[in-house]
């Protein structure tokens, strides 16, 4: 049975304090400040733009159940890590190492000065923990000897022998958001704006499994579904450029995932995700830009 979860030490204490500034600014879109730095209003319609950043994600247990014409188990209560690249100016600002740690990426475009749709992708890592307990259920048959057995609330021990289960190139969210965008406060080209919305998409991890000794499999392909609500604090900067802070949790459905080369080899979870994301992105009015268009050429 899926069960929720504690982030605790899994997110970093940076992570922890921009879900803290996301949080207050979400639920004090309220409060007072001087007419000075009020937004007077919200042009947002016609605004395209794009950011990459980076994420730290954590994972609920879940139950993995394996299928193949060898055996049908499942193992309860898996623990599951993120794995993010630790730091490294060499990495994380290498235009040619970008996807090495856990990125997002997205575009998008506002239809209305406040409604907003895009398409992103976010690629997480998910990291079966060795050397946990788990409780195991089902038939393993005699083409795997070493565990053969029927089990009913046995325990198992994950280690390299008998499980190695990543989703690390990676666990791969591609999903369209709908969102709502609102400027809460303004100081000379500086806007503070929050935002909150829907995100649902496929995911295509690149599952790295080796069971029960058998042949390491690592390939893409399209296994399940996933849906999340997001919320952002943004600051934007001469109207152009933003940085922005996002928390995120939602749930995955992974219920076709390869585990070797034989199709009929199969595994299948599902679990609830957090997620916090350092963002840098770029915006381009269309609207301007069609405007300076239709200029040029009425000259």
Same mark, same amino acid.
């Given at each position: 049975?899926?069960? $929720?979860?504690? #982030?605790?030490?899994?997110?970093?204490?940076?992570?922890?304090?921009?879900?803290?500034?996301?949080?207050?600014?979400? =639920? *004090? =879109?309220?409060?007072?400040?001087?007419?000075?730095?009020? @937004?007077?209003?919200?042009?947002?319609?016609?605004?395209?733009?794009?950011? !990459?950043?980076?994420?730290?994600?954590?994972? *609920? =247990?879940?139950? /993995?159940?394996?299928?193949?014409?060898?055996?049908?188990? =499942? $193992?309860?209560?898996?623990?599951?890590?993120?794995?993010?690249?630790?730091? &490294? !100016?060499?990495?994380?600002?290498?235009?040619?190492?970008?996807?090495?740690?856990?990125?997002?990426?997205?575009?998008?475009?506002?239809?209305?000065?406040?409604?907003? /749709?895009? $398409?992103?992708?976010?690629?997480?890592?998910?990291?079966?923990?060795?050397?946990?307990?788990?409780?195991?259920?089902?038939?393993?048959?005699?083409?795997?000897?070493?565990?053969?057995?029927?089990? /009913?609330?046995?325990?198992?021990?994950?280690?390299?022998?008998?499980?190695?289960?990543?989703?690390?190139?990676?666990?791969?969210?591609?999903? #369209?958001?709908?969102?709502?965008? &609102?400027?809460?406060?303004?100081?000379?080209?500086?806007?503070?704006?929050?935002?909150?919305?829907?995100? @649902?998409?496929?995911?295509?991890?690149?599952?790295?499994?080796?069971?029960?000794?058998?042949?390491?499999?690592?390939?893409?392909? !399209?296994?399940?579904?996933?849906? *999340?609500?997001?919320?952002? @604090?943004? /600051?934007?900067?001469? &109207?152009?450029?933003?940085?922005?802070?996002?928390?995120?949790?939602?749930?995955?459905?992974?219920?076709?995932?390869?585990?070797?080369?034989?199709?009929? &080899?199969?595994?299948?979870?599902?679990?609830?995700?957090?997620?916090?994301?350092?963002?840098?992105?770029?915006?381009? *009015?269309?609207?301007?830009?069609?405007?300076?268009?239709?200029?040029?050429?009425?000259?």
């Amino acid at each position: 049975m899926v069960t $929720l979860f504690l #982030i605790g030490n899994r997110v970093t204490v940076l992570m922890k304090q921009y879900f803290l500034i996301v949080l207050f600014f979400a =639920s *004090s =879109s309220t409060f007072a400040v001087g007419e000075k730095y009020r @937004v007077k209003n919200n042009n947002r319609k016609g605004d395209a733009y794009l950011y !990459w950043g980076y994420n730290r994600s954590a994972y *609920s =247990s879940s139950d /993995i159940q394996f299928t193949s014409n060898d055996y049908n188990f =499942s $193992l309860g209560n898996v623990a599951a890590t993120d794995n993010q690249a630790p730091f &490294d !100016w060499g990495v994380y600002f290498n235009l040619g190492l970008l996807s090495i740690p856990q990125y997002n990426a997205r575009v998008g475009y506002f239809f209305s000065d406040h409604c907003e /749709i895009s $398409l992103g992708a976010d690629h997480m890592k998910y990291v079966v923990t060795q050397g946990q307990t788990v409780p195991i259920n089902g038939e393993i048959g005699s083409a795997y000897p070493r565990y053969e057995g029927m089990y /009913i609330n046995d325990e198992r021990l994950i280690d390299a022998d008998f499980l190695g289960y990543e989703h690390t190139d990676g666990l791969n969210f591609i999903n #369209i958001a709908f969102k709502r965008y &609102d400027d809460i406060l303004e100081y000379k080209k500086f806007r503070l704006g929050i935002s909150e919305g829907l995100e @649902v998409g496929g995911l295509v991890p690149k599952t790295n499994v080796t069971l029960m000794g058998g042949e390491r499999y690592d390939e893409f392909k !399209w296994s399940g579904y996933g849906f *999340s609500g997001v919320g952002a @604090v943004t /600051i934007r900067i001469y &109207d152009n450029f933003f940085i922005q802070s996002e928390v995120k949790t939602g749930f995955m459905d992974l219920g076709a995932v390869r585990t070797s080369v034989n199709e009929v &080899d199969r595994a299948r979870q599902n679990f609830f995700f957090v997620q916090g994301n350092i963002l840098l992105g770029f915006t381009v *009015s269309l609207n301007k830009k069609v405007k300076e268009i239709a200029e040029e050429v009425v000259k």
